[in-house]
Antibody, heavy 118, light 112 residues
Framework: EVLLMESGGGLVQPGGSLRLSCAASGFTFSRDAMSWVRQAPGKGLEWVSAISISGDATYYTDSVKGRFTISRDNFKNTLYLQMNSLRAEDTAVYYC???????????WGQGTKVTVSS | DIVMTQTPLSSPVTLGQPASISCRSSQSLVHSNGNTYLSWLHQRPGQPPRLLIYKTSDRLSGVPDRFSGSGAGTDFTLKISRVEAEDVGVYYCMQATQFPLTFGGGTKVEIK
């Protein structure tokens, strides 16, 4: 079964850090670009960050540049998002998504919830 | 950044009747390679999004053929030929022609 499973979410104080993980199974992880997409409570979808197949190219939305770092381990079939200096506006469900060369996200995880609050 | 604008915000539809959602981009989505990277996703409450259409009109394997995508340049449409109960939820368009990737605000489809 093809699966993406996020973990690492939780409650964190403003200014704190979290590291999200996305474990991939059922497909060749090292052949696909990956992204993180988030959804604030009751809101729409917002793309956060993307990483190339090899990991040598990364992209970020402006609001997280300098605070978030995307990375991947193709041996562990895992995608990561290191989130530092968290703000209340980072509160959201964070999804990892696969982009298999079609420039569209054909597979999504169930999401992990991040709450930034004091 | 490319701004994606969807209309309508909400679409009450009768079962078995067609539905149409429009998505307009603030600039052309034609990539330098000639492809147009506009996709459509569907999200049910409490669920992650699910891809329906990619590259404007290519239907993902397993997606019912009542869903179709069309358009070019800056104007795109998702059509559902005959709405079924399972089609309720929010539909999003997304552009991947240029970073940052951007989504439309969503269109909520509900049954009358």
């Amino acid at each position: 079964e093809v699966l993406l499973m996020e973990s690492g979410g939780g409650l964190v104080q403003p200014g704190g850090s979290l590291r999200l993980s996305c474990a991939a199974s059922g497909f060749t992880f090292s052949r696909d670009a990956m992204s993180w997409v988030r959804q604030a409570p009751g809101k729409g979808l917002e793309w956060v960050s993307a990483i190339s197949i090899s990991g040598d190219a990364t992209y970020y939305t402006d609001s997280v540049k300098g605070r978030f770092t995307i990375s991947r381990d193709n041996f562990k079939n895992t995608l990561y998002l290191q989130m530092n200096s968290l703000r209340a506006e980072d509160t959201a469900v964070y999804y990892c998504a696969r982009e298999p060369g079609t420039s569209a996200f054909d597979m999504w995880g169930q999401g992990t919830k991040v709450t930034v609050s004091s | 950044d490319i701004v994606m604008t969807q209309t309508p915000l909400s679409s009450p539809v009768t079962l078995g009747q067609p539905a149409s959602i429009s998505c307009r981009s603030s600039q052309s989505l034609v990539h330098s390679n000639g492809n147009t990277y506009l996709s459509w996703l569907h999200q049910r409450p409490g669920q992650p999004p699910r891809l329906l259409i990619y590259k404007t009109s290519d239907r993902l394997s397993g997606v019912p053929d009542r869903f179709s995508g069309s358009g070019a340049g800056t104007d795109f449409t998702l059509k559902i030929s005959r709405v079924e109960a399972e089609d309720v939820g929010v539909y999003y368009c997304m552009q991947a022609t240029q970073f940052p990737l951007t989504f439309g605000g969503g269109t909520k489809v509900e049954i009358k």
